[in-house]
C-alpha cells in the first residue's frame, strides 16, 4: 500500500497561540480522499508532534501546507524530503500566489482549492505523469515553469468527506479540558478587505455546505468535553443560512460549546445573536481592526466605529464573549490611533483582545500596493506573523510601529484591568488576561536582539543578522514618539 504524508509547519518564533494550536482544516480533508483511494495515509502537525524523518522516508509521497510565517519551514522541510528521492506537494495561500518561490523547493505546487487537483494529479502519478490536464497544478517542464488553468471553485462542498482527525498522533488539542475540533461549513467571502487574502483564495461568492450535511457531522462531538471551533471566514456571511443552520443545533439537542469568526454586522440582527447563544456560542473572534474613521474607509471594511460600538453592546449583551482584533499600521494611522484604541478597548471591557501589526500578505490587495511603492523592507517570511514590522510604515518609524503593538498589550492587561474583569465576575477574560499579559512580556524578552536591532539603525540600509535568518532592512529616521 502506497503512503502519504501531509505536514504542516511549525510557525516560526513566539507568538499568541502557541498555547492554542489549532490545526488548519485542509490536510484532514485531503487525508480523508487519499485514504478513499486506498493509501495509507498520516497526518503531522508539527506544532503538536516533531517530525520523524526515518518515518517520511517510508512514503511514496509528501504534501506540506503552507501560509506565509511557516513558508521558511515548509521550504526547509521540503528540501530535505526531496534530497531523500520523495516527490513534494505543496499547497496553501502561500505558494498559490508566489508558486514560482516554491517550485525551487518542490516537484508540485497546488494553487487555490486542492481536492480535485490533488486527485487528477494522484491520478497523473499511477498512470504515466502527464500533468497537463491536472487542474490549479504548478510544475516545471524540461526546465520551464507551466502554471495549469485554475478551474472554477468547488460548487458543492457536500462532495467533500469530512475531516478525518484519526491520521494524525498530535491532533489532541485541549483548553480547558475540553478537545477543540475545527469544522469548517463554508468558504468564500463576500466581502474585500484590502489587507486579506481570503477572496484571492477562495473567492467572493459565499459557498457553504447544507445545513444536513453539518449537523450529521457534529453528531460526532455532541459531548460536553468536545469544543467546536467553526473556522468560516464569515460564520453569519448570509443570515438566512446561519438562521436555519443554528434552529438545527437547537433542535439537534447539541451538548458543546462552539466559537466561530463574525463581522460586526450581525448586530444588525439581534434574534440571529440570540440564537447563537441558544445553540452554544461561547464565543465570536471580531475582527475591529480600527477606532479610526479614515483606516476602516481605506482598508474597505465597510463598518464604522458606531457599528463596532453597537455590535459589542448586543453580542455581549447576550452573553456571548468577544476575542477582538486590531491592526495597527495603515496610512491613516498614527499616535493618536494608537492611543484612541487603547482607551476604546479599555472602556468596552471586551472578554479579550490582540492588536496586530498590519502585514503585506502575498494575494492581498496591500501586498500589491507595498510591492508597488518599494515599502516592503523585510523580506523574510518568518516575520510575516503580524507581530513584527515588514513594511514602511506612513506616520510610524519600524520601531515605534513596534512599540505601538507592546504599548497597547501592555495597558490593557494591566492587574487594574485585570481586576476590573475579576470585579465583573469574569472569570474567562481574567484567564486570558493573565496569559496575554504572561505572552507579552515573554515576546518582549525573546525579541531583545529583534528591538536592539531596530534602536540602533539609522537611515540606509542595514543589514540584520539573527541566529537562523537574515534580514536587510531600509529604515528611516524615527519620525514619532509614545
Known sequence: ???????????????????????????????????????????????????????????????????????GRAYVIADKTREMGIPVIMGGPHVTFLPEEALEHADFVVRSEGEHALMALVDALENGNDYSKVPNLSYKLNGKIVHNPIESFLADLDELPYPDFSVSKGDNHFIAGQRIIPIQTSRGCPFDCSFCSVTGMFGKKYRFRSTENIIEELRQYNKKNYFIFFYDDNFTANRKRARELLLAMINADFHFHWSTQVRVDVAKDVELVKLMKRAGCHTVFVGFESVNPESLIAMKKNQTVAEIANAIDVIQGNGIHIHGMFVYGFDEDSWQTVKETVKFAKKVQLTSMQFLILTPFPGSEFYKRMLSENRIVIKDWS????????????????????????????????????????????????????????????????????????????????????????VNIVLDEEKAQV
Open 1 to 71: 500500500m502506497k503512503k502519504m504524508i501531509f505536514i504542516e509547519p511549525k510557525a516560526p518564533g513566539f507568538h499568541i497561540f502557541l498555547r492554542f494550536p489549532l490545526p488548519r482544516i485542509g490536510n484532514f480533508i485531503l487525508a480523508a480522499l487519499m485514504k478513499q483511494r486506498g493509501w495509507e495515509v498520516e497526518v503531522i502537525i508539527e506544532e503538536l508532534q516533531k517530525i520523524d524523518f526515518e518515518k517520511i522516508k517510508a512514503a511514496d509521497l509528501i504534501g506540506i501546507s503552507t501560509i506565509t510565517p511557516t513558508a
Open 383 to 470: 516575520f510575516y506573523d503580524a507581530h513584527h514590522v515588514v513594511f514602511k510604515p506612513q506616520k510610524f518609524s519600524l520601531l515605534n510601529l513596534q512599540r505601538a503593538q507592546i504599548y497597547s498589550h501592555t495597558k490593557v492587561y494591566t492587574i487594574l484591568e485585570m481586576s476590573k474583569k475579576l470585579f465583573n465576575k469574569n472569570l474567562v477574560g481574567l484567564g486570558l488576561a493573565y496569559y496575554a499579559r504572561g505572552i507579552n512580556r515573554m515576546w518582549q524578552k525573546k525579541s531583545k536582539v529583534y528591538m536592539k536591532k531596530l534602536k540602533s539603525t539609522r537611515p540606509g540600509r542595514e543589514s540584520f543578522e539573527f541566529d537562523d535568518y537574515r
